[in-house]
């Protein structure tokens, strides 16, 4: 998860112009940002939360190694490129699941790595391990419930 003041970016934009979007962005994503503040903080905060579910931080990959698509559909999707790919890859992750919302003066990313196993949700990483009993019971509730209703989530693909 990350959060970002939009006043923060707004001041960056103004301060270095197109060469912090160069930095930051993929040309897709420069084209979709355009001259907007609060959707660049959107896109930030997202490479933020995604590179804390890789374990990396932004120093251990490149900003542009993360790159936040929008799907026909609105949904926020995530594709990553070099290390970031590798990382994912490492940790078994066959996708970033994301989601951003920003209102007026923040931006927001949560985000979380998932794996699937047979056409089944797998909870990423060892957060299995973290739970105690009440939680397992619920996540297996969870999962029966998800198999009765077909319940899918939102998860863009790396590639």
Known sequence: MDI????????????????????????????????????FAGRWAAKEAVSKVLGLGVRGIGWRDIEVERLPTGQPSVRLHGRAAQRADQLGM????????????????IAFGVRTAGG????????????????RRLLARMERLRGRHGAVAAEGEHG
């Open 120 to 135: 089944r949700y797998v909870f990423p990483l060892d957060i299995e391990e973290r739970l105690d009993d009440r939680e």
């Open 4 to 39: 970002i003041k939009v006043a923060r970016i707004r001041d960056t934009l103004a301060r270095f112009g197109p060469r912090f979007s160069r930095r930051v962005l993929t040309p897709a994503e420069q084209r979709y940002v355009r001259d907007r503040p609060e959707t």
């Open 94 to 109: 066959d996708r970033i699941a994301l989601s951003i919302t920003h209102e007026s003066d923040y931006a927001v990313a």
